[in-house]
């Protein structure tokens, strides 16, 4: 499987495959968060006369919040918002995400990020959110594999998750490392078209309710059910 997907990478990059980091995204790869992130988008966007659905949170997570506050409004307020006006709207989702429970980690999540650190790679995260208590967050929970330099947020790019911008700069913020030297892992449509146009290559892990034709179509080079099931067969990858 692994043998197979890597051919078609090396076929159409015409770069050979060589892994040296692991960039993660983090709502729905490494936190079961996206249930949580849909209920408050919902409330936010009701409260400014938005429609937006749970659909709509997973079909556009990866994406800076400001930019999908701003596009939802020009469909349907036929509005152009301010990057302030949108930041208010998206200040508002924020609290009242961090009025819920916090979401936990997924199951296999620290098993993968043992194996990546035992097998010499650095380990990177690319997120669209800029919420500073997330971002400590991380650097909370998974103290032992990132530091905040290894981190890249909506506030480090103009142009978020689908551009490959993100996993561009995630590239050069874990060392300065070529397109083919990484591996993206997603589990969003959006951020699995980031992926690939940064040209890595791209896993996607499938933790949501969308179908799996929602991220193979969007280029993933494999598909995985689970980050554990990633966890479980992370050594044939390497090998």
């Known amino acids: 499987m692994f043998q197979e997907a890597i051919q078609r990478y090396n076929e159409k990059s015409a770069i050979p495959f060589s892994p040296k980091v692991v960039l993660f995204d983090m709502d729905g790869v490494l936190y079961d968060s996206m249930p949580n992130h849909a209920q408050v988008w919902m409330l936010a966007m009701k409260a400014h006369g938005i429609r937006f659905s749970a659909k709509d949170a997973y079909a556009t997570e990866g994406a800076r919040g ?31 995400f961090h009025e819920l429970l916090p979401p936990p980690i997924f199951d296999g999540v620290k098993d993968l990020m043992r194996k990546i650190k035992a097998d010499g790679l650095r380990i990177g995260v690319v997120t669209g959110s800029g919420q500073r208590k997330l971002i400590q967050r991380l650097l909370d929970d998974f103290s032992d594999f990132l530091s905040e330099d290894q981190i890249t947020t909506a506030f480090d790019v103009k142009r978020g998750k689908p551009n490959p911008d993100p996993y561009l700069a995630g590239l050069k913020r874990a060392g300065n490392y070529a397109p083919n030297e990484g591996i993206v892992i997603e589990n969003a449509p959006l951020g699995v078209r ?10 996607a ?7 799996n034709s929602a991220l193979t179509d969007e280029g993933a080079d494999i598909l995985f059910p689970s980050i554990r099931q990633l966890a479980d067969s992370w050594e044939q990858l390497i090998r």
Do not use: H, M, W
């Open 66 to 96: 400001v930019d999908t506050i701003q596009k939802y409004a020009k469909e349907q307020l036929k509005k152009d918002l301010s990057e302030e006006e949108a930041e208010a709207i998206y200040e508002l989702k924020a609290g009242l």
């Open 194 to 203: 980031a992926g690939v146009a940064a040209r890595c290559f791209t896993i």
């Open 205 to 211: 892990v499938n933790s949501g309710p969308l179908p």
